[in-house]
């Protein structure tokens, strides 16, 4: 779907001379890796407008008490979800993307200097956003999102006498619900950001 700006992570076994059956030798295991999902699947990235300013996208996926517990468990074997006792396969019907948009300078390096610009209204409410669902390098639109919550946010600069003479700052916060039904864990979401003339300002997976 695309969403308008504001309208917007067998062991082979070893021939041995005198060898038992290679289905008898112990297979050696190494340590387990266990990802913690609590509070959600977050995620950041930077973008930019071309000829314009940059930006940070930062937000999460979540679902009431679903992420509660969640642990993704990596093994030899494979890789497993889990709540509590409960092994998981799937996310649930529907999941909350959340994330808030803010403008930040092009460059971090000192001796790269560019000029601060920041986000307006017009650029943020131009931008597109198109939801995917992405398994393995397929990509196929997330269908029936729908808009929770839009606000623009004020931000106050630390000078406060001085904030009638500088630009107005502003965080967009957004907040959509995602069908998810049937819909693998082991499955991405990608945020895809464009401009108007259909480059991609910003790209971003919220994946398990």
Not at 67 to 73: A, G, P, Q, T
Not at 143 to 170: M, Q, R, S
Not at 181 to 195: E, F, G, I, Q, W
Request: some cysteine.
């Amino acid at each position: 779907m695309r969403f308008p700006g504001h309208r917007i992570l067998c062991a082979a076994c070893t021939l041995l001379l005198a060898c038992l059956p290679c289905a008898s030798l112990p297979q050696p295991n190494r340590d387990k890796t266990v990802w913690n999902y609590e509070g959600g699947i977050f995620f950041a990235t930077d973008g930019s407008i071309p000829n314009g300013p940059c930006f940070r996208i930062a937000g999460r996926v979540n679902a009431p008490k679903f992420f509660d517990e969640m642990k993704r468990i990596d093994t030899d074997t494979g890789t497993t979800f889990r709540s509590g006792e409960k092994t998981v396969t799937h996310f649930p019907g529907e999941v909350l993307l959340s994330f808030v948009l803010r403008d930040m300078p092009c460059s971090s390096k000192l001796d790269q200097p560019t000029p601060i610009t920041q986000l307006t209204r017009a650029q943020v409410g131009e931008l597109r956003l198109s939801l995917f669902w992405k398994r393995g390098i397929a990509m196929r639109p997330a269908t029936g999102v729908e808009k929770v919550k839009f606000t623009v946010i004020p931000v106050v600069p630390y000078a406060t006498t001085l904030a009638h003479d500088l630009p107005e700052k502003l965080e967009w916060v957004y907040e959509l619900a995602v069908p998810s039904a049937d819909v693998p864990l082991t499955d991405s979401l990608v945020l895809v950001v464009r401009t108007p003339d259909d480059r991609i300002a910003a790209r971003v997976a919220a994946r398990m």
